[in-house]
């Protein structure tokens, strides 16, 4: 990525660490965009990805989440969709970032009658790590209620 602004000279290059944030900000909107996609969304994770849902379900490894987002889609809860919001990122080593997140769940099945099941709110976490091919990837993404 060329962190330099062509259009203004005078503006300085972005840092590395800088362009890291950059770059894992665009890996969370494209998580977001893709929580749809059985096929993109488990790509923007590592093959060996650890994951635990707001619901406390855990499934370890990218074929295991390709298959429980397949199986999730042909259910009602194709119509639970969230958003996130980045609220810091930290930096464990220069190829490792710890991202604190804010879920926010909105329940769209239209069967629904009464409150959902599903706390509004969680508190996301993912470990963030950047692969040979310089690209970041999610290891690890854990979710909390809150209440």
């Not at 000279?9 to 890996?27: G, M």
């Not at 464990?92 to 239209?110: C, G, M």
Request: aromatic share 4%; charged share 25%.
């Amino acid at each position: 990525m060329d962190t330099t602004n062509a259009t203004d000279p005078a503006r300085p290059a972005l840092s590395a660490q800088d362009t890291d944030e950059l770059l894992i900000r665009e890996l969370v909107a494209r998580s977001q965009e893709a929580q749809t996609d059985p096929e993109v969304l488990p790509a923007l994770h590592t093959s060996d990805l650890v994951l635990i849902n707001l619901a406390g379900r855990r499934v370890f490894g990218r074929e295991a989440f390709a298959s429980a987002m397949t199986a999730a889609l042909a259910s009602p809860l194709k119509d639970v969709r969230t958003t996130l919001e980045v609220d810091d990122i930290r930096f464990v080593r220069p190829d490792v970032a710890i991202v604190s997140l804010t879920k926010t769940v909105h329940d769209e099945r239209p069967d629904m009658q009464g409150p959902s099941d599903f706390p509004s709110t969680g508190a996301m976490t993912y470990v963030m790590t950047r692969g040979e091919d310089d690209d970041w990837r999610i290891a690890l993404a854990q979710t909390t209620p809150i209440a």
